[in-house]
């Protein structure tokens, strides 16, 4: 398929999805009485719209979840990390350990297979609050960038269903985490190389233990998130 097709597939899957989970969710009888209850939204365009979705997948029954991700590849596993991340409380972690966890990630990303290049050895712990920091942050990201593929070029076909999965799932995910990406992308990171599972769970754990972790092309930052 050309990336035009691959395009439209992916859109596709979507709005399949979306008409099962507005499914799913209808039939779930938690849901009565609340604010994404049956006819509660109206189904919107796109799922990045799609509230009733995208804030409801943390309200449903756990068995309506089931069944929710049993849509996707890897479904189950994914599935058992979301509950992992509801069910689980966030324990702090010292600087020392999350630079041991920073270390661990420079150290394994080559296995990932990145497509840019970062000095992962050069890791600086940044107060937000620190002169310089602002300029320093303004020109990092997230890990996720260094695994990003040319947008133009056609996915393998083993790679098409995945791709679509993430890519609905990220809203969702998203929003669940209170507007971060970290948690969504340790879900989602079964549906990749185990390389970059690896790296996500690793970012993930900085996340959970109050830390955020940035990459610029000269610099790794490692901020507290409670600083």
Known sequence: MTRDEQNDFIKSKFKDWQIEWHKLFDQDETLAGTEYETGAFPMAKDIDRDFRLIFGISAVAPETRQACFRLFPMGAEMCRRFEDFLSRKSEPITEEAARDIAKQISENVEKAKPTESVKWANIQVLNREAPGADEIFSKTGRVSYVFDRNG????????????????FLTEPFYMCAGNYYEPGDWIKGVLLNKGQDFIFERVYALWRGGWFFAIGEDVVVLSSMHA
């Open 152 to 167: 133009l070029e056609p996915i393998p076909d083993g790679e098409l269903m995945s791709l679509a999965a993430r890519l």
